[in-house]
């Protein structure tokens, strides 16, 4: 048996008891943490989660910065950088990993400044 072989069997068998003691840890802390309820005097059936009301937004607009940005990097590489990509076939890789974390970073920013005003308004 080659090594690729008795790698591919290895990863089988981690991923498989990986994914076994996941599951085993999402219920046993769910269960010890009905049990604590119990023991609290706490009905868990009437329990529940606390969700933050503002967090869509944030991922929404997480995900179009990001989208805005690949979208950007897509037409500075196709349009600006065009002919340099012609001499050089390196690509610019670069700019897209950047425009992604700058434009994810600003929709972010904007969630930040919509859940303060939001705070704001509740405190006035």
Same mark, same amino acid.
């Given at each position: 048996? +080659? #090594?690729?072989?008795? %790698? /591919?069997?290895? &990863?089988?068998?981690?991923? @498989? $008891?990986?994914?076994?003691? &996941?599951? %085993? ?11 604590? &309820?119990?023991? #609290? ?14 967090? @869509?937004?944030?991922? /929404? ?6 989208? $805005?940005?690949? %979208? ?12 340099? @990509? ?5 690509? @610019? ?11 994810? /970073?600003?929709?972010? %920013?904007?969630?930040? #400044? ?5 705070? +704001?308004?509740?405190? +006035?």
């Amino acid at each position: 048996m +080659d #090594r690729t072989a008795e %790698f /591919g069997i290895m &990863m089988v068998i981690i991923v @498989n $008891v990986a994914l076994f003691a &996941m599951i %085993f840890g999402i219920v046993y802390l769910t269960k010890r943490e009905r049990m604590a &309820m119990i023991e #609290r005097g706490m009905d868990p059936r009437r329990y529940k989660p606390q969700t933050a009301p503002l967090q @869509n937004l944030k991922w /929404g607009l997480l995900l179009i910065g990001c989208g $805005v940005g690949l %979208f950007l990097a897509y037409l500075l590489d196709h349009s600006l950088f065009a002919k340099m @990509n012609e001499m050089d076939d390196s690509g @610019n890789a670069a700019i897209y990993f950047a425009l992604i974390a700058i434009f994810g /970073g600003l929709g972010l %920013f904007v969630s930040y #400044r919509i859940e303060k005003k939001e705070d +704001d308004k509740k405190v +006035d």
